[in-house]
């Protein structure tokens, strides 16, 4: 005879698991477009845009708040093991740098409110346009491996933030260059600068995200791997 009330248990925790993973996902859609809405209010100089994502940044730090509490609470109540606890651990970092991501995208805001009214040259623009759609990609492509516990694109993601890196390096100095040529191109090169840092920052989380999805399929921290694949590139 079925013993129904272990049944019920299972099922009740399967249950929440399940809702722990979509409330990461839902908020990584909303983290996703708070980036997108910011740099947007940057490159377009909407301030009304801009204040929307800053205010929206506290329905971003509720949810994280709502996740920790759910797998603090599940942790205590069920005492996972294994596979089930690698995804309520993971589940509390990933909020978290979603939350920090949320972080970047206010102060691009308040920085894209801070440089209104001023006239910026379109070439001011092009690199960190460039930079906001590659960390976009970086992002997306960060969560989609962490939900469906893709090892290899989780180190996918990792190689590209040298990508990332590279083009900021090159955005500081194609700016300073500005601010070299004529001073009075300090003030909007200056909040670029600092928009630029930010930015990269996303991309640094979103590397912190992909990590999080390969130890959630292997149980492995992905260092291990870069590790493992020296040693056999150097004994090669």
Known sequence: MPNTANEHIVSSYEEELTHLAQSI?????????AVSNATQALLKLDHGLARATIANDKAIDDMQ??????????????????????????????????ERIGDMAKT????????????LAPKFYNGVKHMANLISRQLKAALDAYATRNSAEAIAVCNSDDEV??????????????????PRNITQCTHLLFCSKSLER?????????????????????????EDLHRTQVKE
């Open 202 to 226: 996303v991309g640094d989380h979103a590397t912190n995200i992909a990590e999080a999805a390969y130890y959630l399929d292997t149980g492995t921290q992905m260092s291990a791997h870069v």
């Open 165 to 182: 890196d590279a083009l900021y390096t090159s955005l500081f100095r194609e700016l300073l260059t500005y601010m070299m040529e004529d």
């Open 108 to 119: 691009i805001s308040r920085r894209a409110l801070q440089i209104e009214g001023l006239s």
């Open 25 to 33: 996902s839902e908020m990584g859609g909303v983290v996703e477009v």
């Open 65 to 98: 708040r709502r996740i920790d509490e759910m797998a603090v609470s599940m942790i205590a109540r069920r005492q996972p093991m294994a596979r089930d606890l690698r995804a309520i651990i993971t589940a509390i970092h990933v909020a978290n740098d979603l």
